[in-house]
């Protein structure tokens, strides 16, 4: 089947330039520059995890923890929402952080065309898998006890969109390093083993309404859903895609690159998985 045209490289493409034109818009302030709109708009104000570690300090007192602001929870309740109907679409076609990673992996797949994404031991990878939602307990204890954004010292993601400001602590250098080498040999390293959002994201992969469904009866076993699932998941084993790690990329479906139509598919909640 004829794979279809995909908006999702557009869809990434633009927020990441949207969010690099936010930051860089904000630092030209500090030169008399003023870009209408965006000197206007933080990087802290549309992030969504913004919301999720203000929850907390939100709820005791009414307050938002330091530097965040009413949009960081209205867009954490949106894909919260989007994330209850269709699972993580923000890690899959938004965030800008997993695009550089992808970005970065479409290069390690041409350097490392054997060892790409293959060189972890499934035993240790499946461990440390779990090691995201560690990232987010903590992340969320200290912001609740402290009320600061304690976390932007540690995120690669702040600082590669801030890295010209001199605001970007080196933790935080050395850990988008570190990211971004290892994107190289492992797709998407950061989401799959340490992101505190994604995290909360995948929770709703196991419950959500619109899932992602294969047809066993019309598969035929080439597991080419398999090869091209970034976050590794074994596609071809399971009729109803519940894992916690899947970043709604929809890779794997029959538009994308299943050669079979109407075998991996969106489907609702319920119903029969497969015809007979
Ligand atoms: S390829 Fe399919 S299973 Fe893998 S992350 Fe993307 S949507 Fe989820
Ligand atoms: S790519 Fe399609 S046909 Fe091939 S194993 Fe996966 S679901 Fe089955």
Redesign the pocket.
């Known amino acids: 089947m004829k794979k279809q045209f995909s908006v999702r490289p557009i869809v990434q493409a633009f927020f990441f330039i949207f969010t690099f034109a936010v930051t860089f818009s904000k630092w030209l302030i500090s030169s008399n520059i003023v870009v209408p709109v965006l000197s206007k708009i933080s990087l802290h104000a549309i992030c969504p995890f913004g919301g999720v570690v203000s929850i907390y300090t939100f709820l005791t007192t009414g307050a938002y923890v330091q530097k965040i602001h009413d949009s960081s929870m209205i867009l954490m309740l949106i894909f919260l929402f989007v994330a209850l109907l269709f699972g993580s679409i923000f890690c ?1 076609y938004i965030c800008p952080l997993g695009t550089l990673e992808e970005w970065l992996g479409k290069l390690g797949k041409r350097l490392f065309p054997k060892q790409f994404n293959k060189m972890i031991p499934k035993k240790i990878d499946t461990v440390l898998r779990y090691g995201r939602y560690l990232v987010l307990i903590i992340v969320v204890y200290f912001t609740a006890v402290t009320t600061k954004l304690l976390f932007q010292d540690w995120d690669p993601f702040y600082a590669f969109f801030n890295f010209f400001t001199g605001e970007v602590a080196i933790t935080a250098f050395i850990i988008l390093g570190l990211t971004m080498v290892l994107s190289l040999i492992i797709e998407r390293p950061w989401c799959k083993y340490l992101c505190p959002y994604g995290a909360v994201l995948g929770i709703f992969n196991t419950f959500r309404i619109f899932q ?1 469904k294969r047809n066993s009866a019309t598969c035929i076993d080439c597991k080419k ?1 398999d090869k ?4 590794n ?1 074994e ?1 071809s084993q399971k009729e109803v ?1 519940r ?1 916690h ?9 029959s538009e994308q690159n299943c050669p079979v139509s109407d075998t991996v598919e969106i489907k609702l909640i319920g119903g029969k998985n497969h015809e007979a």
Do not use: D, F, R
Request: hydrophobic letters at 35%; one cysteine or more; proline letters at 5%.
């Open positions: 899959g992602l859903c091209v699932c970034p976050m998941i596609v895609i894992n790690q899947c970043i709604s990329c929809h890779q794997c479906t």
